[in-house]
């Protein structure tokens, strides 16, 4: 049986960010786009790779972008759409060399996290602020760990970080709770964080400002990153970060003792 497709008006200038691009033809890219009112989505860019086209400097990762879309198919099975134009926003730094893999590492968690045509936007300017933070020169440790837990707040994988999970009461502020992905927020012995750190950042989390969460992470980011590595592993299924991959290969590369005059920063993996 022949499917019809109709088509809906053309939509508005968007803002966007280019999160991943690959070769569709020797003129062409596919591209998967985190835009602020439809989610992610994946755009044809044609021509995109000629010499003269506009497209070729403006669809870079970690930037700001202005994009228009063709018409939107209304067969649901047609998920690739054609992009139209794409200007530069301006007012975003390039990110330094150091911040570039924790900038993929967020890219990587929103192409295997997020569902396409899913809207987000509170986690699309969480998104664009701590790349901001990043470029700043922001400590990456609490950047990062403050955008996982935004992305699973806003996945609804995330318990509540102001009550134990199992008995639903709040937390007691001196005792030690742990984040566990099967089991949510429970009391642990030496492991885990104080009570009163998980309040703030509950509070820090419903309060909704970037900068607020980041700030709270900063001074439990490193007690932070082993249980948000489990818990978004535990989402993402057996396949690991390519990401995490790299960061681990770097830091083996540093270790390594020829490698005694190596310029790779001593930095934790994500």
């Not at 497209?55 to 209304?74: A, C, H």
């Not at 929103?110 to 990043?134: C, G, I, S, V």
């Not at 009391?187 to 709270?216: K, S």
């Not at 948000?228 to 083996?252: E, K, M, N, S």
């Amino acid at each position: 049986m022949a499917t019809t497709r109709s088509t809906a008006r053309a939509s508005a200038p968007q803002p966007a960010y280019v999160l991943h691009s690959y070769d569709w033809s020797e003129t062409s890219l596919i591209v998967e786009l985190f835009t602020r009112s439809q989610g992610r989505l994946v755009v044809a860019a044609k021509g995109a790779k000629r010499p003269n086209s506009q497209l070729r400097s403006v669809l870079l990762p970690f930037q700001p972008i202005q994009v228009l879309l063709g018409k939107t198919p209304t067969d649901a099975q047609a998920e690739v759409l054609n992009l139209r134009s794409a200007e530069w926003a301006g007012g975003m730094p390039l990110l330094g060399a150091a911040a570039l893999l924790p900038g993929f590492h967020m890219n990587e968690l929103l192409l295997k996290l997020l569902a396409r045509q899913d809207p987000h936007p509170e986690l699309y300017d969480l998104y664009a602020d701590t790349l901001a933070a990043l470029a700043g020169g922001e400590s990456e440790g609490a950047s990062l760990r403050a955008f996982e837990l935004g992305l699973l707040q806003s996945l609804g994988l995330l318990p509540d970080l102001s009550q134990d999970t199992q008995t639903a009461q709040p937390l007691q502020p001196a005792r030690r709770y742990a984040l566990q992905a099967d089991a949510g927020l429970a009391p642990t012995g030496l492991d885990g964080l104080p009570g009163t750190a998980w309040t703030v950042l509950a509070a820090a989390l419903l309060h909704g400002a970037p900068a607020a969460l980041r700030a709270a992470c900063a001074p439990v980011a490193s007690g932070l990153r082993a249980p948000l590595r489990g818990l978004l592993q535990y989402h993402l299924g057996h396949a690991p970060l390519r990401t995490r991959q790299v960061w681990q290969g770097l830091q083996r590369m540093a270790a390594a003792p020829v490698a005694a005059t190596s310029s790779f920063p001593d930095r934790a993996v994500p």
